[in-house]
């Protein structure tokens, strides 16, 4: 009777503990949230309208690096011409990265933002892969901070027979948009798009809903990737280029 009693007092103990540790977890993402809710947000607009919150240091080093590269700037699917922002602290992230296996080349970049500014711990928002074929295929990026607190990039994969032009946004409030070609993913769906382009120049797609941030390293996550059954099946066809 007494090891039954016991049994049951530690059963409620960890069913305790595993309550309160969803109470921490869901009070951890309302912070989040709410860190940036509308009315927040609607502020900082504001503060972009007002000349007295901009930071003309920034801008006059925007103003000088674009009239040394604008052709550079120019080549993106959208000018990155200089504009004046309110005063902000934030780092984001760009990392290239090619995933070779015995047949396919698909070359890839992902998108992020630092956890704060002094942090080295990356928190990817895109997980972006297309079929290439090709691991000498050019790769441009271009993540932007200017747009705090949205994260924005913008970039170009050539993929042998097409190319593909992509604009990139996340919100603070959770909504965030990829823009390939004009194909528009929702990524409150999935943070992972893989792109098959096809030898008539249209293209097949999949979106994931998984992340490099749900592993512990990015080998782990390409594994996990390449694994899928569908992706599997879709880098098998016929169809794609080859």
Known sequence: MMQKILITIIFGL??????ENEKLNSLEKSTEVNKWNIEKLSIRARQHLDSTNWDLELLNQDIETYNKY???FQSYPLNKSPFPIAE?????????????LDYVVLKGVRIGEYENPESEKIIDKLTLLILTNDKDSEENTLV???NYPYLTAQGKIEANNNDFDWVFS??????STLILNMKLFDLRFGETIIIYPQKDKSFFYEQIEDSPNNYENFEEFKKKIISNPKVKNQLDSEKNIE
Do not use: K
């Open 70 to 72: 604008s052709e550079i």
């Open 144 to 146: 932007d901070s200017r």
């Open 88 to 100: 902000y602290d934030y780092a984001v992230s760009s990392i290239p990265f090619v995933i070779e």
């Open 170 to 175: 996340s919100s603070p409030d959770g909504f």
């Open 14 to 19: 960890l069913f305790s503990s595993c309550q």
